[in-house]
């Protein structure tokens, strides 16, 4: 089955400052790749996702770039705020034939500090 | 958490007792998904279900059970064979069709034993 690892585990940035964190995946038809937002306590929110035929993904502060060939994809956060604060979590999916099962890194504990 | 209701919030067990956590959703999803989350760590599929009246193993079922006899209703039973169900548990739905892999979250539910 799809196994999917992040680095870091966490990460300490300053107000301002980008954060950068990035995934493998192994299963080479994995064409779908989420990122979600997960605060204490609650429920995982998607903040952008890249399918597999987009190399790059942009949606204001927050970018997704996927290398179909090396098998990762990197979430990137610039000008961070205290607000970003979280942990992170990245995933992959293959598809309908896959039962559209998501199969999620490790997570990011992000935080930043003002 | 767009239109997904978990509850209770917090539900706590007895030795030897089976307990029910409700997952509603009102968004006409076809496919709806049970994962565990452990402290620290990623979140792990017990069972999905893509259509009414089916549904499918996880990567962790042993211990649980579901039953999926409405669209909107996916409740999963944490058995007395689960041994160690002290855990966030969280639902997803994702909409209909083949390119539409998105799952949206529900809270959560934290299980604790007693």
């Known amino acids: 089955g799809e196994n999917v690892e992040q680095h870091p585990s966490t990460l300490s940035v300053q107000e301002g400052d980008s954060a950068v964190i990035k995934c493998t995946y192994s299963?080479?038809?994995?064409?779908?790749f989420p990122w979600y937002k997960q605060e204490l306590g609650k429920g995982p929110q998607l903040i952008i996702d890249i399918r597999s035929n987009v190399g790059e993904k942009k949606d204001q502060r927050i970018a997704v770039t996927l290398n179909k060939t090396a098998k990762h994809f990197s979430l990137h956060i610039t000008e961070t705020q205290p607000e970003d604060s979280a942990v992170y979590f990245c995933a992959a999916s293959g598809g309908w034939a896959a039962g559209n099962k998501l199969t999620f890194g490790g997570g990011t504990r992000v935080l930043v500090k003002p | 958490d767009g239109g997904i209701t978990q509850s209770p919030k917090y539900l706590f067990r007895k030795e030897g007792q089976n307990v029910t956590l409700s997952c509603e959703q009102n968004?006409?999803?076809?496919?709806m998904y049970w994962y565990r989350q452990d402290p620290g760590q990623g979140l792990r599929l017990i069972y999905y279900s893509q259509i009414v009246n089916d549904f499918q193993k996880g990567d962790i079922a042993e211990g649980y059970s579901v039953s999926r006899e409405k669209k909107e209703s996916f409740p999963l039973t944490v058995t007395s064979a689960q041994k160690n169900p002290t855990a966030f548990y969280l639902c997803?739905?994702?909409?209909?069709?083949?390119?539409?892999?998105?799952?949206?979250f529900g809270p959560g539910t934290r299980l604790l034993v007693l």
């Open positions: 997803a739905s994702r909409r209909p069709g083949t390119s539409g892999e998105t799952q949206y």
């Open positions: 968004l006409n999803h076809d496919a």
């Open positions: 299963d080479s038809a994995s064409n779908y």
